[in-house]
């Protein structure tokens, strides 16, 4: 980048650019995933202390091995469900 001094407009038109670009490479719903995954380790973590404080049998822990099959499927069937999950923000706009 130069290091030329920029008058108000250049400043605000290159302010403008940058942000427009950073809206155009926003996905929506990106960080759903996350957030499956997230929700799937609490509730087997409950599960898996629930189990065990009532049982006292420590095969319940093999529930953890279950849980990246689980998460998957839930990603899987959320991106399948909604339309357009991971399109691009921008991608309908108005021209």
Not at 2 to 10: A, F
Not at 66 to 76: K, Q, R, T
């Amino acid at each position: 980048m130069d290091n030329k001094k920029l008058n108000e407009q250049e400043s605000l038109e290159l302010i403008t650019q940058m942000i427009q670009n950073t809206k155009f490479k926003m996905v929506k719903n990106a960080g759903t995933p996350f957030l499956i995954w997230g929700y799937m380790t609490v509730v087997t973590s409950l599960l898996v202390w629930y189990l065990l404080k009532e049982t006292g049998n420590y095969y319940w822990q093999f529930l953890w091995l279950l849980m990246p099959a689980v998460s998957c499927c839930f990603s899987f069937v959320f991106m399948m469900v909604i339309p357009g999950h991971y399109l691009n923000i921008m991608s309908k706009r108005r021209v």
